[in-house]
């Protein structure tokens, strides 16, 4: 069952680290990895996804999200879509704009769909990108938005987004696209603090960005089991699991609250914390 949505226009998302206030999810019910699409479904093809541990750590996910306040949201999961646990690559909310995107692997294929009549029977006001863009390659911080360019993300997407967003500064960032999405090698945790991994970015971009955050980097062992895909609730809370231990241990160094919880399970698809959940409105 989902949470009913009263007030369709509380919709607004400035920064990824601002108080999280409702978020969809998706339960891995259907879990399953069938095509493979990165390197770390590649790994675990063949063991594959242990699908009651997968929801038991879920479920622990949803109940700290609403014991921290926000509310949860549930997008109905269907046999269709074995990857649909995934909600941020789904859709992307920037400012009071929340955009349906466009799957790029086939096997993702149709969860755009489910997605947007969801948010029409919760009266939630939703825009399409038009062209191929996933969620994992949107990072925002207040009239910046960053985003990953890559085979999941196109030239015309941006500047689809770019026109749909005037206010904002669209900053392109180019990655290797063996990492996947943006936010498996950048994230932003407060004004001042990023995570990061260098070795999939340009030497010139992680310069730049170093000039605007102090950059934690993440090393190869952590970013593989997506230590940088964090998901910050506010007021200095981040999610993390117990497993990336150096990436915790910098986080608590520059004052953060790590909230640990395994999610090994579920990072088996290629996707953690930041990637299973879709904000719908911070303050």
């Known amino acids: 069952m989902s949470s009913p ?36 479904q590649k790994k675990y093809k063949d063991e594959n996804i242990d699908i009651d541990r997968a929801m038991k750590q879920h479920t622990e996910f949803e109940r700290l999200l ?32 929340v955009f349906v995107a466009e799957m790029a692997s086939d096997i993702r294929k149709g969860e755009e769909e489910a997605l947007e009549d969801f948010l029409e029977e919760e009266n939630i006001d939703y825009q399409t990108t038009d062209h191929r863009v996933e969620g994992g390659d949107v990072i925002v911080d207040g009239d910046n938005v960053y985003i990953g360019i890559s085979s999941r993300t196109s030239e015309q997407a941006v500047k689809n987004i770019q026109r749909d967003l005037p206010k904002h500064n669209i900053i392109r960032v180019p990655f290797n696209e063996k990492y996947l999405h943006l936010d498996c090698v950048f994230n932003i945790l407060s004004p001042e603090v990023a995570l990061i991994f260098p070795e999939a970015l340009d030497p010139e971009m992680v310069k730049t960005l170093s000039e605007r955050y102090t950059l934690i980097e993440v090393n190869a062992k952590e970013q593989f089991s997506l230590g940088t895909n964090v998901l910050s609730i506010g007021d200095g809370k ?46």
Do not use: W
């Open 5 to 40: 949505v009263d007030d369709q226009s509380k919709t607004h998302c400035n920064t990824e680290y601002d108080s999280l206030k409702r978020v969809i999810l998706c339960q891995p019910q259907y879990m399953a990895i069938e095509d493979v699409i990165n390197d770390v």
């Open 238 to 283: 981040v999610f993390s699991q117990p497993q990336n231990k150096e990436v915790n241990k910098a986080m608590r160094a520059h004052g953060f609250e790590v909230i640990e919880i395994d999610f090994s399970e579920i990072i088996k698809s290629g996707g953690s914390f930041r990637c299973c959940s879709m904000p719908l409105e911070r303050e």
């Open 66 to 97: 609403r014991a921290h306040g926000v509310e949860v949201i549930k997008l109905p999961t269907s046999e269709k879509f074995p990857e649909q646990v995934f909600t941020r690559d789904i859709g992307f909310t920037v400012g009071d704009e």
